[in-house]
């Protein structure tokens, strides 16, 4: 039931004695009588007239504030400092305060049950293994490759940039929208060679990178030694260049699905 003030909820009840305790009736003229106010539909209006009838048509809000010196806030806050793990319902039964009167103690001095996060166990096998895996894989075999755009105007991300004020200070950034360009450039690393860059025409697609890696990329890695060019593989992010279909067809008929 919503808070209505306590006049509100007498003028209800006075149309309702006025509809003959018809709750529709008394609901549509509530909002004929006082259209500027919150109108309550009949099972506001029924739900205060029961409350009424029971001698609780104020509803009161209990305050439960504790006194430091109170021997309950003392018991409580002495048996989660000595078991920060003990559940209200142990509390319960070890001091017999009730378990409502103890989570709101808790409540009010800034307790919050906080639950276990449960972690994958990590032994010394797995750090051997990881290590062992990042020797192989990170510094020699995996070709690392990646494109970033360039504009003329910069990049300015919005999100980055505050101004604190008390009232709104209206700033303003002028952009060159109207004349701006851009280049996307790619670059990669594999076993130390530092591979690139290459600079795309146009915006990077599906057409574009599989004739890149299909005619430029054997140019660019010349300089990489043979043992590492029959060992190699190559890492791509599932942006929809690097999915397309034509570049995984091609990859996996040059690189064996590598």
Known sequence: MSDYPP???????????????????????????????????????RDIYLRAQQGNLVRRRQSHGYDENDVRVLVVLAAVYLNPHISSYQMERQTGIPRTTILRILRHHGYHPYHITLMQVITTNDMRM??????????????????ATFENSGQLKRHNCHYWADVKPF???????????SINV??????????????????????????FLRNELPGLLEDVDL????????????????????????????????
């Open 227 to 258: 043992y590492t060019r029959l060992r190699m593989w190559i890492q791509l992010d599932g942006v929809p260049p690097h999915y397309a279909r034509i570049v995984r067809n091609y990859l996996n008929r040059r690189y064996n699905g590598m």
């Open 186 to 211: 790619w670059c990669d690393i594999i076993n130390g060679y530092l591979i690139g860059p290459y600079i795309f025409d146009g915006n990077v697609n599906g057409q574009n990178f599989s004739a």
């Open 171 to 181: 700033w303003y950034r002028q952009i060159d929208n109207q004349h701006r360009w």
């Open 7 to 45: 006049q509100e909820r007498i003028d209800m009840l006075l149309i309702l004695g006025d509809c003959r305790i018809n709750y529709r009736q008394a609901a549509a003229l509530y909002q004929v009588r006082y259209p500027n106010r919150r109108h309550p539909n009949a099972a506001v209006i």
């Open 130 to 147: 990881r290590l062992q895996f990042c020797r192989w894989a990170f510094v020699y075999y995996v070709m690392f490759s990646d494109e």
